[in-house]
């Protein structure tokens, strides 16, 4: 069956077509059927099933012979370390974790926060709760104390499991003392937590709360699985919004498991055995999907990469860890491509390494740009996918299923919607907009399997920030257009969401930083074009009258204070002191024409500026960072 068929036999008998895909899945009580609709526009799948995540990603394949087949390849070349677990080993390590969470009575339901670098353990931690039922919420590592203490409020844990350190390859990231740092911060206090103790970094302990990963679970009973119904979430992954409080994407268990393991035949095109690799971190959604669950819950061998694009040693650690691994299927995002193709244009890199293994190569998480796209065809000389999806979905919403049929790539498009999916182009009050015409990207409700049901604790903003606008559809927050022949087209965000590096970040939550800065009086932050990292935040103050700090010392505390409370993933670096800041008469910062100024793209003045003057400043401002040269 080509493309069409498949996604024509969907849309003719969604139930019917869930339903088969769930036969892949091993059930502890089988669902009775695929959608709950109930209490529509909220949806849910596989409700009435009962069912276990750890046990369909680990015991699973130990049962079914796959014992000895690597589970987890780690190839790090930060620390110059490589170890392969088998699924068999798999399987010891995270009962014995799973029963040691539980003698310290994490039960199921009860949540538990993951901080950890790019190492086995952060999967084995995840796999721990899953085998539970404990809900877990990875935190990526990148982020301040702050932040981690608004998740902790938030998600209320009973645990925190995390490393020691991380390590980047320009410095040691202290773990220990940001974890202390957001207990102190946070309302919500946990019970305990576990620290793997890293040998390039050993934290100090607190007496009673704090306990050695490996002390922990000395001479404790393993845990079974434990079946859980198909609603129960298995985590809560936090994403940017619009304001600085972050929403807590919601996964349920059965769904996740469905979904996940549909993809990696009919999009990423492996079979079980074959080793897969997404370059991504667990503390993002690819990781949580493609790194762990995904290529476990079908059987494959993933890789826990801990390394950097170029720098790790070079700009052919990418070829070299396909090549030695044996890769067939690899994920990335198009910033990484970009800093390889800095470094080496002409793939001299890429020629050093045999590539014969890998069939294909999928980019996500920000636009995949043309001349990208074209570089990584033209040195591999295989397929380059360009996916859509969001953390939200879980996993892809529109892409060329590679596992299904090669379907035709157009440059700058990510293909088409898979079965799940019908993608609409609205205008502002919801009516669909004819092929070609630009407009709000929704999705038809019910969202697929694997889908976000609801936020974290918070229905209320799930429903106002993705049901409401569009009745009857889940709003994306991107807009773009689909072609004559159904393919989309992603430009722009609608919201303050900014993709820097293919971080998801809120321009929104670096305001509201910024004016806490005591001489700060008004603020803008707007995300511009960036060769590498596709965007960055650039920061407009305006100080408060008789501020008698210096306009350096200023830019230098704001810019220390993003990193501070937001994290060094924030890439915050570029900011300026401006008198006053571009608003319409109703007081609205005009900050998509700050964009247009400083990408040196036109736009048009609008008919409501209050001052258009302001923006000759702006302008000005903007020439000595390098932007607005146009
Ligand atoms: N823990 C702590 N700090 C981290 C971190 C982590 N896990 N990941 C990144 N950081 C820090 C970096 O060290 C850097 O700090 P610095 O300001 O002290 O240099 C900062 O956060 C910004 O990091 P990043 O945006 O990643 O930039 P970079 O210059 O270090 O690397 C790229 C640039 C393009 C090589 C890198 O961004 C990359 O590999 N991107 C791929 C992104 C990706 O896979 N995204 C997942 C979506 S699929
Ligand atoms: P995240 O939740 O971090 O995965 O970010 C999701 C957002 O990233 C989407 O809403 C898009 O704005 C952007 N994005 C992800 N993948 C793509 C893609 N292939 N093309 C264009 N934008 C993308």
């Known amino acids: 069956m080509g493309y069409r068929d498949v996604y024509e036999n969907w849309q003719a008998d969604p139930e019917a077509f869930w339903m088969k895909a769930a036969e ?20 849910e799948w596989f409700s009435d099933a009962k069912v276990n995540t750890c046990y369909n990603a680990v015991d699973r394949h130990v049962e079914n012979g796959r014992g000895e087949q690597t589970a987890i390849i780690y ?13 068999v080993e798999l399987r010891n390590r995270v009962a014995s974790l799973a029963g040691a969470l539980r003698a310290k009575g994490v039960e199921k339901g009860d949540r538990v926060i993951i901080y950890m670098p790019m190492i086995p353990e952060a999967l084995e931690a995840m796999l721990a709760c899953a085998r539970i039922g404990a809900v877990h919420s990875v935190v990526f590592g990148g982020f ?39 207990i102190e911060l946070a309302e919500h206090k946990p019970d305990f937590c576990v620290i793997l103790q890293r040998e390039q970094e050993v934290a100090e302990l607190i007496e009673g709360r704090d306990f050695n990963w490996h002390g922990f679970q000395y001479g404790v009973e393993p845990a079974e699985c434990v079946p859980v119904e198909g609603n129960h979430p298995a985590y ?17 268990t059965a769904g996740h498991l469905v979904a996940l393991n549909w993809t990696m035949k009919n999009i990423y095109n492996v079979d079980p055995g074959d080793v897969f690799w997404a370059a991504s971190d667990v503390g993002w959604v690819v990781g949580h999907s493609y790194i762990c669950y995904a290529p476990l819950i079908h059987g494959n061998t ?6 950097k694009p170029v720098g790790t040693p070079d700009a052919g650690t990418f070829w070299r860890v396909i090549e030695e691994h044996n890769v067939k299927s690899f994920f990335t995002a198009p910033t990484a491509f970009r800093a390889v193709k800095r470094e080496d244009p002409t793939g001299e890199f890429v020629k050093k390494y045999d590539l014969s293994c890998l069939d294909q190569v999928f980019l996500a998480g920000e636009r995949a740009d043309p001349d990208t796209i074209i570089w990584a065809q033209d040195q591999l000389g295989k397929p380059v996918i360009d996916h859509w999806w969001q953390t939200e979905l879980g996993y892809p919403g529109v892409c060329n299923p590679v596992g299904i049929e090669l379907l035709d790539v157009k440059l700058g498009s990510p293909s088409v919607p898979l079965p799940g999916y019908e993608m609409k182009i609205l205008d502002d009050d919801g009516n669909e907009l004819p092929k070609g015409e630009l407009g709000a990207i929704a999705i038809k409700l019910p969202l697929p399997p694997g889908t976000l049901p609801t936020l ?22 991107d807009a773009g257009m689909i072609d004559e022949d159904g393919y989309l087209y992603i430009m722009a965000r609608t919201d ?15 305001e509201e930083v910024l004016a806490a800065h005591p001489d700060v009086a008004e603020c803008a932050v707007i995300g511009v074009t960036d060769q590498l990292k596709g965007q960055l935040p650039m920061g407009f103050v305006c100080l408060n009258k008789g501020t008698t700090t210096s306009e350096e010392d200023v830019i230098k505390g704001c810019v220390k204070l993003v990193r501070e409370k937001i994290g060094p993933v924030a890439a ?59």
Do not use: Q
Request: charge should be neutral; aromatic fraction near 8%; hydrophobic fraction near 35%.
């Open 496 to 510: 303050d969401v900014i993709n820097v590096a293919g971080h998801r970040l809120s321009t929104g939550g670096m």
């Open 456 to 477: 974290w604790n918070a229905e209320d903003r799930y429903r106002k920030s993705y049901l409401n606008t569009f009745p009857g559809y889940y709003e994306t927050g």
């Open 75 to 87: 190839d790090s070349p930060i620390t110059h370390t490589k170890r392969e677990i088998s699924y």
């Open 144 to 182: 301040a104390a702050n932040e981690l203490a608004v998740r902790i409020d938030d998600a209320t844990p009973k645990a925190i499991i995390a490393a020691s350190c991380g390590l980047e390859p320009n410095r040691v990231v202290h773990y220990k003392p940001l974890v202390d740092g957001a």
């Open 302 to 307: 993933t890789i826990v990469f801990e390394g």
């Open 24 to 43: 892949a899945i091993d059930w502890d009580k089988a669902p009775t059927k695929a959608l709950f609709d109930e209490n529509a526009p909220l949806y």
């Open 236 to 252: 809560i992954l936090y994403t940017s919004g619009t304001t600085g409080a972050p929403k807590g994407v919601v996964r349920h």
């Open 572 to 630: 915050f670096k570029l900011c300026t002191v401006v008198d006053r800041l571009p608003k319409t008469r109703s007081g609205k910062i005009l900050r998509g024409i700050m964009v247009k100024i400083a990408d040196s793209a036109e736009y048009k003045m609008p008919a409501t500026i209050d001052d258009p003057v302001i923006l000759d400043e702006i302008k000005e401002a903007l020439k000595p960072m390098g932007y607005a040269k146009g």
